[in-house]
């Protein structure tokens, strides 16, 4: 029996049928490429597919020397010319799945349909872009991927499809849009800069929270209590590899600009990972960084909050702040309500990312949701 889209409703059992949505997201997901060659193939082999798709749902649920199974699966021909090739190819099983992730964990296996069913025929040397691919994010959730972009999740027994392919390009526009910031350019630079910090959480897998404040003014610092706080001439350092960008690209000297990017973000990176320390990072809108490992002192008002799912670009129904999950959410939800120039970004330790920020118009705290379905399709 197929299993409904999120648009539809839930179901009981996490499992996929050949005509199930999720299946027809990897056929999707494999007409990106000019040769339709791979996408035909696909399309006439459904139940492979599914055969593919349960058995990597099940090696999923399943731990190899207490470790969750994660890996990634591409859908690719065995003439990929950048991999290397079994000389027997593997039958597609629970177990053959569980060892051969535990081996490779980000290193995408390749399986291809055969007459005697799907086989895994190797691994590819590169991260997969225009192959359409399976990824296991997390204990029976599995996401679609093709060209870097989210083409379907399955979760918690439910298939949900986001009205287009969603990807890192439009993760940055929803946090330039959420973000309470008053500059644009600092909007533009800190959109950047928390996309790679994202990166770094979901990579460390602890779970985290980063705390944004405006560049001007000390008012709700003074609800900050970091048991880390960096000198005041260290805290400009990302700011300074901005400047110096901005000066290299105005003198046109390439080579320096590269050379500063790669050092931004690799900065950028050992910033995001000081998110596996209990307590949050805090960061101002110019990306100087206060501190980490803080605590946000809040009060304990009730009120509700909006929320929205940026998957499927839906809101969803308010929900009591009280409510709302884990320590770390209702905290940013009431540092945002007390300090509505302030956004905070959290992580919790499954992968699930949501943004809090105010919105002026009514005047409440919104909770974006679903963020981590955006950067499934980037190297971690």
């Not at 296991?136 to 060209?147: C, D, R, S, T």
């Not at 790679?196 to 610092?221: F, K, V």
């Not at 960096?230 to 700011?239: I, M, N, R």
Request: hydrophobic fraction near 45%.
């Amino acid at each position: 029996m197929p299993m409904p889209t999120l648009q539809a409703m839930s179901v009981t059992l996490p499992l996929v049928s050949p005509e199930s949505d999720f299946i027809g997201a990897i056929c999707r997901a494999a007409k990106a490429p000019t040769d339709g060659e791979l996408s035909n193939a696909l399309a006439g082999a459904r139940s492979q597919l599914a055969a593919l798709v349960n058995a990597m749902f099940w090696a999923s649920v399943t731990t190899e020397e207490g470790r969750p199974t994660t890996g990634i699966v591409s859908l690719c021909p065995p003439d990929h010319p950048n991999a290397s090739s079994f000389e027997e190819p593997v039958a597609v099983t629970r177990e053959s799945l569980v060892r051969l992730l535990t081996a490779l964990p980000v290193t995408a296996l390749a399986a291809y349909p055969s007459g005697s069913g799907c086989r895994i025929w190797g691994f590819l040397h590169q991260w997969p872009f225009f192959e359409p691919t399976v990824r296991i994010v997390g204990p029976g959730a599995l996401v679609v991927l093709g060209q870097h972009d989210t083409h379907a999740v399955l979760s918690e027994g439910r298939i949900r499809i986001p009205p287009k392919p969603v990807g890192f390009f439009n993760l940055a526009h929803i946090l330039e849009t959420n973000l309470e910031v008053s500059e644009q350019n600092d909007r533009l630079r800190l959109t950047f800069a928390l996309q790679l910090m994202m990166l770094a959480m979901q990579r460390h897998g602890h779970g985290g929270t980063i705390l944004m404040g405006p560049s001007t003014g000390d008012a709700w610092l003074r609800s900050v209590r970091a048991s880390h706080v960096f000198q005041a001439p260290t805290t400009s350092h990302l700011c300074q590899l901005m400047q110096d960008i901005a000066t290299l690209q105005a003198a046109r000297v390439a080579d320096g600009v590269d050379a500063h990017r790669e050092q931004f973000r690799r900065s950028l990176d050992r910033t995001g990972q000081l998110t596996a320390v209990d307590g949050a990072l805090v960061l101002r809108e110019d990306l100087t960084v206060v501190g980490f490992g803080a605590k946000l002192v809040v009060d304990g008002a009730e009120f509700d909050v909006a929320r929205f799912d940026a998957l499927v670009s839906s809101p969803l129904e308010a929900m009591p702040v009280s409510e709302l999950g884990g320590t770390r959410h209702q905290s940013a939800a009431r540092f945002v309500r007390q300090h509505p120039d302030c956004s905070v970004l959290v992580s919790s330790q499954d992968g699930r990312m949501t943004l809090f920020s105010w919105e002026k118009k009514p005047g409440h705290v919104v909770a974006v949701s679903g963020l981590e379905h955006f950067a499934w399709g980037e190297e971690h």
